[in-house]
Structures are given as C-alpha cells and as structure tokens.
C-alpha cells in the first residue's frame, strides 16, 4: 500500500497516475472512488484505503458513479510481481475462477484453497472469490452498456451462476439494478460488436505501439490500416476478433466474440498486449535519470514494451523470426496460419485464422529446429507460459530446450512474461550500446522499456 502522506497528495492533486494503485473510501457516504474522482475531497478522519476494488466492496462500499473505480487500470504490481500473490491476481484477471472455481486456481499455483485465501486476504485485502465477483460486476456493466444482449443472459455470459446472485451484486456494487444500469447508459449499440474503453496512465504513445504490432501484423491473423490494429484472439470457449484504435483519452476496444463469456479473458489479454497497466511516468522518470538516454526519452515519452495475446503464439513466432528478415519471417508464419491455423466462422476484413494451436505444431512440418521441440514442450505442459506461471522456471524450460537461442528466450520474457528488465543479446541492440556512454545497468529494473528507446536512434534498427 501507498503511504498516507503520499495518498492524500495524490487526491488532493486528482492525480490519475494513482488510480489503481488504490482505492479511497468514504465511511460517510459508503463509496469508494479512484485517486483522480473530481468529487469534493473527504475529511481524513473520514476516509478508508483499500489496495484493491474487491477490498472495499468486500468492506460495505459502493463504486462511485461518477469516476467508476472498477473501470481503473490495475496496479501495475500484477504485471511485475513473481510471487504468488502477482501471479494469482494475473491469473483471476484472466477469468480462471469462473472457468474453473477456486479449486482450480489454487491447483495451478500449487496450493490449497485455504492457503491462496488466506494470503490474497493479507496482501490485498479480499479473497479469490470477492476479487472474482468484483470482475464478474465489471463484465456485467460492460456487456449492459456496449451491448443489446437480454439481462437474463448478460448474467451468465458475466460468470454468474444464478440471476439472484447477479441482481444482488449489481445493487451491491453500483447501487442501481441491471435494467436501470442498461438505461443510463443511452440507447442501446447495434447487436454484434462490443466497445470497451480501455483506460490507462499517460503518458502513452498509442500510434507508435498500434505501429509496432501493425509494421509485424501476420497476413491472415493480424490486420493494420488507418491505425487501427486487429487481430484474433483464441479464447477459453471460442475465438474472437478485436480491432483497437487510438481514443481522446483511452484505447477503443471493439470485440467480436463467438461466445461471450470470454469477455473478461479477451480484454485481459488486450490489455496485455499493449501494456496497458504499466506506471509509464514513473518508467520514463527512472530512465531519464541517466544522461544518455534523457534526450531520447523526451523525444518520446510513453514508449510501451509491446506485450502479446497468447504466450505460445509469441514463443513460436520468436523462433520463428530468428535469423530472418521480418518481410520473410512475415511470409513464413503466414504460411503457417493458412495451412493449420483455424479458420474464424465469421472473418473480419483481413483476419480470416486463429494461430495454430501447439500440439498442431508439434506434428507440422517444421520451419526451423526450434518449432517442434518447443509446441511439443507447450502442447505437454514442460513449458507453461500463461499468467500463472514463474518466470524463473519459465526461463529455465525455454533454455533447455533443443535449437532455443539466447535471443528468443529473451524475446519471450520481455514480451510474453512480461519481464521489465530485459535486454536482448542481439546486435542491434549491442550497436546502439556502443553508440550511447554509460552502462545499461543504470536502467534497471526497466531495460526493457530502455530497449524501446534504443530502436530510435538515429539510423537505428527496430527490435523485432
């Protein structure tokens, strides 16, 4: 938790660097809001903080209306901490509880149900199931006010077992019922496509991110035109499509999903892939403390890693792309999503294929000597990649692998693991240290934000 001192100033600032970081409670309206609500600002002596939206309603508060907490990008901690708290919140942001209860995520973890409930109480202030039902209440609202799907469906489609239990955690949480909820936010979209806003702290240089997955887009599984990127998901209990576009203060999301109940993993998965939860300013403050790389940093503030939509698909297109030019790499990997991706029952525009599942992979013609050993190892389970996973282990694995480079092990940390502090061995990226004095390690924990920055030096190379 952020110090008092610190929280106080954040408020009093309306400072939205904070939202996310922690919730302020007021005991005497019983609501809680982010850091950066323009609500008149609460005695001391009546305000509560609590680290997590799940805590406060756990405690008896209600979202604010007027700033939705619930609609906060997430502590940036979920993204960079390995322990076990880091990696089960990563895992119930992904919708694991509603696909497989409690049960199943503390047998992912390797605990027992008493045990992750009884540590995500201690570090986060509610347990498995509150912080689950808190995501379930944003899935409903989401799908209530970007969608003309039925109440009673919307329920189901969020994660609830029962439309008792979605009525009372609706009237909970936002103090209004579903079909009032429904009304306030205005007339009703079209059916088929969902539109979510995705929020997130500047600074944030979304062209230049939707570019650098736009310059590398697979023909058949990613599409980029007027700025817009798209790409299909493969999802717990079907595919989707999602095509995302710079907004005045936020990224649009715009979702076709073959079943709704993958909303809460397909925006998960979105926000992964751009990054969405990282403090950029506090990024960009460390990296700017060292001399040489200052004038790049101010030249381009916001800078984000890139992260990616499926573990296994980055693990599979780094080995890939090793050693290939990135119109060849391109070609190749198109070549695989045509031959065994999976077609989408309904193609939108240029994104016509799922990427191949791993165990299709294993047993496909090999394009490079690494393919077969690691979709064999994903497809068994030797290597897992997903939000649950320990990056050390993870590391581990990929290097043992046969033909695994030191490059692509290091390509997927930085941007299936997530890892903040990687700097690839490749030779780009050793040119343009020796074109900059000083010493990398002054970038730590962010080198791998500080490799971003590197890609644009004058005459440089892009990283892949």
């Given at each position: 938790m952020i110090e008092d001192e610190v929280a106080f100033a954040a408020m009093e600032s309306r400072d939205p660097r904070f939202d996310g970081w922690f919730y302020v409670a007021v005991t005497t309206t019983r609501i809680y809001c982010r850091p950066s609500c323009p609500a008149v600002m609460p005695k001391p002596q009546h305000v509560r903080l609590f680290p997590t939206a799940a805590a406060a309603q756990v405690n008896g508060f209600r979202a604010c209306k007027r700033c939705r907490p619930d609609a906060a990008p997430a502590s940036p901690e979920w993204n960079t901490r390995t322990d076990l708290a880091g990696r089960a919140m990563r895992l119930i942001a992904d919708?694991?509880?509603?696909?497989?209860?409690?049960?199943?995520?503390?047998?992912?973890?390797?605990?027992?149900?008493?045990?992750?409930?009884?540590?995500?109480?201690?570090?986060?202030?509610?347990?498995?199931?509150?912080?689950?039902?808190?995501?379930?209440?944003?899935?409903?609202?989401?799908?209530?006010?970007?969608?003309?799907?039925?109440?009673?469906?919307?329920?189901?489609?969020?994660?609830?077992?029962?439309?008792?239990?979605?009525?009372?955690?609706?009237?909970?949480?936002?103090?209004?019922?579903?079909?009032?909820?429904?009304?306030?936010a205005g007339p009703a979209p079209a059916p088929g496509a969902l539109t979510v806003r995705l929020a997130y702290r500047p600074p944030m240089d979304v062209p230049a991110l939707l570019g650098y997955l736009g310059a590398r887009a697979v023909p058949g599984l990613e599409h980029y035109a007027g700025g817009a990127y798209s790409r299909s998901l493969a999802l717990p209990h079907g595919a989707g499509v999602v095509t995302l576009r710079p907004g005045p203060a936020y990224i649009s999301c715009e979702l076709h999903l073959e079943d709704l109940r993958d909303l809460t993993?397909?925006?998960?998965?979105?926000?992964?892939?751009?990054?969405?939860?990282?403090?950029?300013?506090?990024?960009?403050?460390?990296?700017?403390?060292?001399?040489?790389l200052a004038p790049l940093v101010a030249a381009r503030p916001g800078l984000r890693v890139p992260g990616c939509a499926d573990p296994g698909e980055l693990a599979i297109r780094a080995v890939v792309s090793r050693r290939r030019r990135a119109e060849a790499a391109r070609r190749v990997l198109a070549g695989l999503v045509t031959r065994y991706g999976?077609?989408?029952?309904?193609?939108?525009?240029?994104?016509?294929?799922?990427?191949?599942?791993?165990?299709?992979?294993?047993?496909?013609?090999?394009?490079?000597?690494?393919?077969?050993?690691?979709?064999?190892?994903?497809?068994g389970g030797a290597v897992v990649l997903d939000d649950g996973c320990d990056p050390y282990q993870a590391r581990k694995q990929l290097a043992e692998l046969p033909g695994m480079s030191r490059w692509a092990v290091a390509y997927i940390r930085?941007?299936?693991?997530?890892?903040?502090?990687?700097?690839?061995?490749?030779?780009?990226?050793?040119?343009?240290?020796?074109?900059?004095?000083?010493?990398?390690?002054?970038?730590?924990?962010?080198?791998?934000?500080?490799?971003?920055h590197l890609a644009h030096l004058p005459g440089g190379r892009t990283f892949r």
């Open positions: 919708g694991i509880i509603d696909r497989e209860g409690v049960p199943g995520l503390a047998a992912r973890l390797g605990y027992s149900p008493r045990q992750l409930h009884r540590l995500l109480v201690a570090e986060v202030g509610a347990g498995p199931q509150a912080l689950a039902r808190t995501q379930r209440a944003q899935t409903a609202r989401i799908l209530l006010e970007s969608g003309s799907l039925p109440v009673s469906d919307v329920a189901f489609a969020a994660g609830f077992a029962s439309i008792r239990q979605f009525n009372e955690t609706i009237r909970q949480v936002y103090a209004t019922t579903p079909s009032r909820l429904r009304l306030a993993a397909a925006v998960r998965r979105c926000r992964r892939l751009l990054d969405l939860d990282a403090d950029q300013e506090a990024i960009d403050a460390a990296l700017r403390a060292d001399p040489a999976r077609p989408l029952a309904r193609p939108a525009g240029g994104v016509t294929h799922v990427f191949p599942h791993p165990a299709v992979l294993a047993e496909a013609e090999p394009v490079c000597t690494a393919q077969r050993p690691l979709a064999r190892a994903l497809a930085m941007r299936a693991l997530g890892d903040p502090d990687v700097l690839p061995p490749h030779l780009p990226v050793r040119r343009a240290l020796h074109r900059l004095p000083g010493r990398p390690e002054r970038w730590r924990p962010w080198r791998s934000y500080a490799t971003q």
